[in-house]
């Protein structure tokens, strides 16, 4: 009626990206997001792949100008700073208990 062959917007995938505080957060196919066009979206799968091997303790973000950021880790948290009875609630779970004996 208006032009708009239905099937074919049914079979066209629609690409999108999140962008949260200037980093890339998300990227995908179908809804939500901001919508990209499938050579940025390319583009951004291409980057995400060649990401750089990041020094001991470091890893990198991707801004939203599709570069790559260093940033430093926090710590990870010491198995003797955790609470005990979470402690021995994790343990339960992974030897099989529900946790709550």
């Known amino acids: 009626m208006f ?4 099937e074919t917007l049914r079979l066209t995938p629609r690409y999108y990206k999140v962008v ?3 980093y890339l957060i998300a990227v995908g196919i179908g809804p939500g997001g901001e919508e990209i066009t499938a050579e940025e979206y390319a583009e951004i799968l291409v980057l995400i792949a060649d990401k750089p091997t990041p020094p001991e ?14 940033y430093e880790l926090p710590p990870a948290p ?3 700073e955790l609470p005990a009875d979470d402690a021995l ?7 099989g208990g529900d946790g709550d004996e």
């Open 3 to 6: 032009g708009i062959d239905i």
């Open 20 to 22: 949260e505080d200037g």
């Open 57 to 70: 303790g470091y890893d990198y973000r991707l801004t939203a100008a599709l570069e790559w950021e260093q």
């Open 78 to 80: 010491e198995p003797d």
């Open 89 to 95: 609630e994790a343990l339960e779970l992974l030897l």
